[in-house]
Structure formats: structure tokens, C-alpha cells
């Protein structure tokens, strides 16, 4: 088991903690009265709906590859990391969402001219955004910046080049190679068309390695490559960051002065 009880006790716990404020927080933003027009629209048919897919989509991994499974189904592990791919891209979305949001209803600007659409955000290289929010906010914000690096490493591979996957197992190096003995003399076997020598060899394989709940896109010394991640704990702390950048940039938007 790659938790312990305990663990995934907490796991589930922060879950239900977190989705809570989530509904506190999306009631609140579907109710408040706005400037614009598209500031409730991004609120409500934006942020909080990938608020509502980002809880579905961790329900959903927990369910296909449980925190306590040791071994996983090949096609559970397969469907999790679709419900992973669509959960990083609404993640990365929603905080896109609420800089957005902020830009219209604070009417934010650079150097007196409106910021452009394809620099809006709240990442660290955001600056003009970031400096337009309060000094606690602004602090807050750059509590985040190693998560941002993280979200935009993996966001960046799905969007752009490497999907994001769940490896089925871990070898030493001693089961890679029985690994590769088996997958070449059960091609062999296929050739000879001795499927059920084939189906042996294959059921061989599949009992080689330990599963590891890890997420990743690309191995390698690229700098655009990836680290593993536990993806059972990272999807409970991206739900919470995102909740928590949520709750205080709704402050900030109530911190605005009242339009006459």
C-alpha cells in the first residue's frame, strides 16, 4: 500500500473539508451583484463551474484507482488519467477565471492602458495583475509561486506536447529487463502465431513491478520535462489552492469601492 491508513483517512477527510468551502465559495460569487455583465457570467458559467468539474473529476480518480489499491486495473488506471488531464487544464482555467474577473471589475490597467488578453493571469511573471491587488493579497499571491510553477509545467505538457499519464508500474532494474525478455518472446510468440504461449508470456508481464500512484508527462534533462507526482494528495492541494485564491480574491472584489 503506498498510504498508510491514516493517510488516506486524511485524504478523504480534507476532501470533504475543502469541497464545503468550495460550495460556500461558489454560492457567494453566484449571488453577489457585479459591474459588469461578464463578470458574472465568468463567475458563475466560468470559475464556479470548473469548481463543480474539479471536485468530480477527484471523486472520480479516487474512485478508478483508489488510494489504498495495490494494483489497479490497467483500464482504471487508463480512464484516471483522463479524469487527471481534464482536472489540471480546469484547474489551470479557474485561476485564469479569477484574474479575469478581477481585470474587469477592478478596471486594472498598465501604465494607464488596459492589459491584454493574453496577459491575464495571477502567475508570477503576471506582475501588473499582481501588483493591482491588495498588499495582503499581493503577499498571499507569492505563497503560490512554487505551486504555479507545478501548474504550468503539466499544464503546458497537455496543452502543448505530452498528455499526462499514470505509469502502471514500477521496476528495479532487474524486473526492466525480465520485462523486455518477455515483450520480445512474446512478439516472437505472436509471429508464430502461438496465441496461447503468447497469453502466458503477457500474464507474466503484467505480474512484474509495483503500482505507484504517480502523474507524469515526460522524463528526461529538459527543462520543459516533468517530476512525478502523488496525485491522490496534489489533487486535494490544487482543489484547496485554487478554493483559497477563490475566497480572498472575492474579498478583494468586495474591498472595491461602491459605484455611485
Same mark, same amino acid.
Given at each position: 500500500?503506498?498510504?498508510?491508513?491514516?493517510?488516506?483517512?486524511?485524504?478523504?477527510?480534507?476532501?470533504?473539508?475543502?469541497?464545503?468551502?468550495?460550495?460556500?465559495?461558489?454560492?457567494?460569487?453566484?449571488?453577489?451583484?457585479?459591474?459588469?455583465?461578464?463578470?458574472?457570467?465568468?463567475?458563475?458559467?466560468?470559475?464556479? $463551474?470548473?469548481?463543480?468539474?474539479?471536485? $468530480?473529476?477527484?471523486?472520480?480518480?479516487?474512485?478508478?484507482?483508489?488510494?489504498?489499491?495495490?494494483?489497479?486495473?490497467?483500464?482504471?488506471?487508463?480512464?484516471?488519467?483522463?479524469?487527471?488531464?481534464?482536472?489540471?487544464?480546469?484547474?489551470?482555467?479557474?485561476?485564469?477565471?479569477?484574474? $479575469?474577473?478581477?481585470?474587469?471589475?477592478?478596471?486594472?490597467?498598465?501604465?494607464?492602458?488596459?492589459?491584454?488578453? *493574453?496577459?491575464?493571469?495571477?502567475?508570477?511573471?503576471?506582475?501588473?495583475?499582481?501588483?493591482?491587488?491588495?498588499?495582503?493579497?499581493?503577499?498571499?499571491?507569492?505563497?503560490?509561486?512554487?505551486?504555479?510553477?507545478?501548474?504550468?509545467?503539466?499544464?503546458?505538457?497537455?496543452?502543448?506536447?505530452?498528455?499526462?499519464?499514470?505509469?502502471?508500474?514500477? *521496476?528495479?532494474?532487474?524486473?526492466?529487463?525480465?520485462?523486455?525478455?518477455?515483450?520480445?518472446?512474446?512478439?516472437?510468440?505472436?509471429?508464430?502465431?502461438?496465441?496461447?504461449?503468447?497469453?502466458?508470456?503477457?500474464?507474466?508481464?503484467?505480474?512484474?513491478?509495483?503500482?505507484?500512484?504517480?502523474? *507524469?508527462?515526460?522524463?528526461?534533462?529538459?527543462?520543459?520535462?516533468?517530476?512525478?507526482?502523488?496525485?491522490?494528495?496534489?489533487?486535494?492541494?490544487?482543489?484547496?489552492?485554487?478554493?483559497?485564491?477563490?475566497?480572498?480574491?472575492?474579498?478583494?472584489?468586495?474591498?472595491?469601492?461602491?459605484?455611485?
Amino acid at each position: 500500500m503506498p498510504y498508510s491508513a491514516e493517510q488516506i483517512a486524511e485524504f478523504h477527510h480534507s476532501l470533504d473539508e475543502w469541497a464545503a468551502r468550495e460550495r460556500a465559495l461558489s454560492e457567494a460569487l453566484i449571488s453577489r451583484a457585479y459591474r459588469q455583465e461578464r463578470s458574472r457570467v465568468m463567475a458563475v458559467q466560468g470559475f464556479t $463551474r470548473r469548481l463543480h468539474t474539479l471536485i $468530480r473529476c477527484i471523486e472520480q480518480v479516487y474512485e478508478l484507482v483508489p488510494p489504498e489499491a495495490e494494483k489497479p486495473s490497467r483500464q482504471g488506471i487508463n480512464d484516471a488519467a483522463i479524469w487527471l488531464q481534464a482536472f489540471v487544464i480546469n484547474v489551470y482555467g479557474a485561476v485564469d477565471n479569477l484574474a $479575469r474577473l478581477w481585470v474587469w471589475e477592478a478596471d486594472a490597467k498598465y501604465k494607464g492602458k488596459p492589459i491584454p488578453s *493574453m496577459y491575464i493571469g495571477l502567475t508570477p511573471d503576471n506582475t501588473a495583475i499582481r501588483e493591482s491587488l491588495s498588499e495582503a493579497m499581493q503577499e498571499h499571491m507569492s505563497g503560490t509561486d512554487a505551486w504555479f510553477g507545478y501548474l504550468e509545467n503539466y499544464r503546458h505538457a497537455l496543452a502543448h506536447r505530452i498528455p499526462l499519464y499514470i505509469p502502471s508500474t514500477r *521496476m528495479d532494474d532487474e524486473g526492466a529487463a525480465e520485462w523486455r525478455r518477455l515483450e520480445t518472446e512474446s512478439f516472437e510468440a505472436l509471429k508464430a502465431r502461438n496465441f496461447n504461449l503468447y497469453d502466458e508470456l503477457l500474464g507474466q508481464q503484467s505480474e512484474l513491478g509495483v503500482f505507484e500512484p504517480w502523474m *507524469m508527462h515526460a522524463y528526461g534533462p529538459d527543462t520543459d520535462d516533468g517530476t512525478p507526482v502523488r496525485f491522490h494528495p496534489q489533487m486535494i492541494c490544487d482543489l484547496a489552492t485554487v478554493v483559497e485564491i477563490g475566497e480572498k480574491m472575492l474579498q478583494e472584489l468586495d474591498s472595491l469601492p461602491q459605484e455611485a
